[in-house]
């Protein structure tokens, strides 16, 4: 049995990582891509990082790496995006898996569980795991943040250390100032989700005798560096700006809190309740003091890092994307701390990865099928730009894709061209080799764009 369990799951974790290449595959460049992909081009990634830090917001760290991945073959960061998606979901595997009560190496029912709800309760899909620009900024940025948040679990949380030979302490200073200042710097809300995670489980640390040393205090002051260089960019302020209103702050606050709880309200009231019930299970069973604190600690940073989004302007759906993935690192946690040698335990957990399942592949397969009409269509697209392109034409009409229903498409929420004056088409038509690329409606384009040129036939 546990030679199945093995092979069954590194089957899995293959199969993930196969089917997410696909979808990369799959997904084209879209809407801010082609922008980034322009100024990559202009300026040269260091340039364009330094531009956007001055002009855009503070994600240089983030939006560096997009700069970094657009001018080359788009295969490169398919293959390191789908390996970056396989990471983030063995390593909320790796959070939750050593609080097992069992410990066994390979749970594949946890594993199964933590990829159900990724695919079934993650926000926007699409725009998160494969759109370039979006998945840097969030799975990108997550995977970071709990990658360097690891640390401070693996070694204050379980007592264990990475290296069989201590390295040296100038070095793991050194080491961890970087890597603070760059999990820091990542988003602005799960950043501080981050944050509030290594005091806590500094203060774990402490209290269970696992005294914090001084390499941990660098990676703490290396985020909270790294936090503020984010927060305080001068293309943060120029953006702020642009939302800035002339109602009362208070209201503005008010007004915020409330969007934050509705979101909340629409979007995880599914994980809220796994976490609940999994949560009382697990503490019933286990009277376990340590199991209770590190579940809450999850569980209450995910509820802070979304309710940080109060001191920001703008609330786009995408910023809800860090706390969703932390509150489902806290119900893979309690997951893995309900006994399966128990009866009710196993029913439970079982029954609840049954029914996600269940859920999963029935969304995720129209979820797969509208990925591929959207890759058709793209392709369509790119055959009529080229042949009108090679006719003459300089600036360009075409007809948007039709919306998708499931949140899996990348184009699901945003536009890839859009109307005359919309900020990407002269972007997106540079990427032709257009002066630019402008959406209609299919009615007018039939009525005035549909005869010139016919040879090339129709946009998708």
């Known amino acids: 049995m546990t030679r199945l369990n093995k092979y069954g799951f590194i089957f899995i974790v293959l199969s993930v990582f196969g089917v997410m290449l696909i979808l990369n595959f799959l997904t084209p460049f879209l809407a801010d891509d082609h922008n980034l992909l322009r100024h990559s081009n202009n300026l ?28 080359m073959p788009k295969a490169v960061f398919n293959i390191c995006n789908s390996l970056m998606f396989t990471w983030l979901t063995l390593l909320i595997y790796f959070y939750a898996n050593p609080a097992a009560c069992d410990n066994k190496r390979y749970n594949l029912p946890l594993y199964l569980f933590i990829l159900f709800l990724i695919g079934t309760q993650s926000h926007l899909f699409g725009q998160t795991f494969l759109w370039i620009s979006g998945s840097i ?17 693996w070694n204050l949380v379980l007592g264990r250390s990475f290296f069989k030979r201590p390295l040296p302490a100038n070095v793991l200073f050194h080491f961890m100032f970087l890597g603070g200042f760059i999990a820091g710097a990542c988003n602005e809300n799960t950043s ?33 560096t790294g936090f503020l260089f984010l927060v305080m960019s001068p293309g943060g302020a120029k953006r702020a700006q642009i939302f800035k209103t ?31 019930v999994l949560f009382i299970v697990q503490a019933v069973m286990n009277k376990n003091r ?20 109060i001191l920001s302007p703008f609330q786009a759906g995408r910023a809800m994307f860090g706390p969703t993935i932390l509150l489902m690192t806290s119900c893979a946690y309690v997951f893995g701390c309900v006994k399966m040698d128990s009866d009710w335990g196993k029913i439970l957990t079982l029954t609840l990865t049954a029914l996600l399942g269940v859920q999963f592949f029935g969304l995720t397969i129209q979820g797969g099928v509208e990925i591929a009409k959207l890759h058709i269509n793209y392709q369509k697209r790119v055959s009529y730009i080229v042949c009108q392109r090679e006719a ?22 945003i536009s890839d061209v859009g109307g005359e004056g919309f900020w990407v088409n002269d972007a997106y038509g540079a990427y032709f080799g257009l002066n630019s690329i402008t959406a209609v409606d299919r009615k007018k384009w039939d009525a005035e764009y549909k005869n010139i040129n016919p040879q090339c036939g129709v946009p998708y």
Do not use: E
Request: proline share 5%; with cysteine.
């Open 290 to 309: 340590s199991s209770n604190y590190l579940a809450a600690m999850l569980f209450l940073a995910a509820i802070a890092t979304a309710y940080a989004l």
């Open 246 to 276: 002339d109602a009362d702050p208070f209201l503005q606050l008010f007004d915020r809190i409330v969007n934050c709880t509705l979101f909340l309200r629409d979007v995880v009231p599914l994980l809220v309740l796994i976490f609940v």
């Open 44 to 71: 040269g990634v260091l340039k364009a990082g330094y531009s956007h830090y001055f002009n855009t917001n503070g994600r240089a760290v983030l939006t560096s790496l997009a700069f970094f991945f657009l001018p």
């Open 137 to 153: 900024n969030y799975l990108w940025g997550i995977g970071i943040i709990l990658s360097f948040v690891f640390i401070y679990y």
């Open 192 to 224: 501080g989700g981050g944050i509030i995670l290594i005091i806590a489980m500094l203060a774990y640390g402490a209290k269970c005798g696992n005294n914090p040393r001084s390499w941990h205090f660098s990676g703490l002051l290396g985020a909270f």
């Open 392 to 413: 003459g034409a300089k600036d360009l009409m075409v007809t948007p894709f039709p919306l998708p229903k499931t949140k899996y498409s990348a184009t699901f929420g």
